[in-house]
């Protein structure tokens, strides 16, 4: 049985039959789905989708329940409850995709409000000044994150001329081992604005990367 935990953050929806305003992060979320789904055995996926209900965002109040020593009072639980489910998610997943548009050269908000309730001391990591200058350990470990992106502009990739421009793959690849990853993976169908050949070109190569990746993933897992 694979676990995966699934999170979907564009603000665009995503059905198969229709052909405007689609989001691309949402169709190659649903095609890494599919096809992990034919090609592997038993999977069950846990759906998170952030614009359906967005994330709460960290206050006071989360921050001294989140650091507190000891036993916590009812208020306390009540304020991480969320936090807590989502860590949750996030231990049972063996995979986790998460399928994110580009915003401003970054993610989301919702997606970094998930990850700032996701990510939490004695919980996902640990602080100990006794380390030094590097303090925080990941707690979690063994799991793979797959990260399937959409942007209007291009050349954002691994070493292409404009990745220093990229703020969601590299925050996102810093933040996966606080999730417990220790494989990250990356697709992404650039070009949108365009809506030119080179669009329709880059969404069919991320479709087959994703295929590729699934039957490495499978076979990794079998
Ligand atoms: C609010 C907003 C900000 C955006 N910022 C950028 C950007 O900084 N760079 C870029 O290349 N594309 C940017 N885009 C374009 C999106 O990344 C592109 O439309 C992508 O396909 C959105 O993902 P989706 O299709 O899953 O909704 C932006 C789009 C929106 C709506």
Known sequence: MKNILYISCSVRKYSENET????????????FLNTFSQTTHK???????????????IDEKFI???????????EQHLVLAESDEIIKEVVNADIIVIASPMYNYGMPAVL???????????????????RGDKPLEPI??????????????????????QYHLNHLSSHI?????????????????????????????????AIEEINNLVHMLSNQNS
């Open 64 to 74: 001294a329940a989140a650091f507190a020593k000891g036993a916590l009072s009812e």
């Open 173 to 205: 690849e810093q933040l996966a081992p606080y999730l417990g990853a220790e494989a990250f993976y990356e697709i992404a169908s650039e070009y949108q604005e365009f809506d030119d050949d080179r669009h329709k070109r880059s969404k069919a190569l």
């Open 112 to 130: 970094k409000a998930w990850f700032d309730l996701a990510i939490r001391v004695d919980k996902t990591f640990s602080f100990d000044l006794a």
């Open 43 to 57: 999977v069950e996926i846990i759906h998170r989708d952030l614009s359906v209900k967005q994330p709460a965002f």
């Open 20 to 31: 405007q305003h689609q989001s691309i992060s949402r169709m190659l979320g649903e095609q």
């Open 140 to 161: 979690l470990s063994g799991k793979t994150l797959v990260l399937l992106s959409s942007w209007g502009e291009f050349a954002f990739k691994k070493g292409e001329s």
